[in-house]
């Protein structure tokens, strides 16, 4: 199974802040990897496949880095609604997800 | 718009069964291939199974396999999940989600609300 380690566990950053989430992979995951959104009491919400492609209806200021065993969630400029937990997600090797990082209000 | 809405949570004792539904609208259901993902309250997200488009293929997380069947009737829009001995480990807020392709490609994109399954004497 793939591990996916993510980090930090939490961050607390201010709205108009740069944020930067990473996940590393046990093993490589090529491109296949994905970050989801998800909010207190909500389904989560797919915001980047394939590494760095942008899903449907998602703002640009969120994008996606990474290959082999690194990968990076960068949100450039934080709007209130960014605060929630994200979680990376690999399909290298049937579907593991990382355990999530909560970004919080400073 | 695409929407799906899962049914069927509820509590239930160990070694039972229950069966999931995921309503599908907004789409025509043998377009996608589907997983459900579970999550443990206060915890991270779980894969549990996938169908493909057609249902010719099914494949299960080792923690279900054996006791959980996922299966599919495009006629009806309608996903489910049937659950049989069910320990109390699988307590989760179960989601439906669609892949983005009729062959799974792994992403899932949009999920239901989710319903509980609560496993417990």
């Known amino acids: 199974e793939i591990v996916l380690t993510q980090s930090p566990a939490i961050l607390s950053l201010s709205p108009g802040e740069r944020a930067t989430l990473s996940c590393r992979a046990s093993q490589s995951v090529s491109s296949y990897l994905a970050w989801y959104q998800q909010k207190p009491g909500q389904a989560p919400r797919l915001l980047i496949y394939?590494?760095?492609n942008r899903a449907t209806g998602i703002p640009a200021r969120f994008s996606g880095s990474g290959s082999g065993t690194d990968f990076t969630l960068t949100i450039s400029s934080l709007e209130p609604e960014d605060f929630a937990f994200y979680y990376c997600?690999?399909?290298?090797?049937?579907?593991?997800f990382g355990q999530g990082t909560k970004l919080e209000i400073k | 718009q695409v929407q799906l809405v899962e049914s069927g949570g509820g509590v239930v004792q160990p070694g039972r069964s229950l069966r999931l539904s995921c309503a599908a609208s907004?789409?025509?259901?043998?377009?996608?291939?589907m997983h459900w993902v579970r999550q443990a309250p206060g915890k991270g997200l779980e894969w549990v199974a996938v169908i493909w488009y057609d249902g010719s293929h099914k494949y299960y997380a080792d923690s279900v396999k054996g006791r959980f069947t996922i299966s599919r009737d495009n006629s009806k829009n309608t996903l489910f999940l049937q659950m049989n001995s069910l320990r109390v480990e699988d307590t989760a807020v179960y989601y439906c989600a669609r892949d983005r392709k009729p062959v799974p490609t792994g992403w899932f994109d949009p999920w239901g609300q989710g319903t509980l399954v609560t496993v417990s004497s």
């Open positions: 907004g789409f025509t259901l043998s377009s996608n291939g």
């Open positions: 394939d590494a760095s």
């Open positions: 997600q690999q399909r290298s090797n049937w579907y593991t």
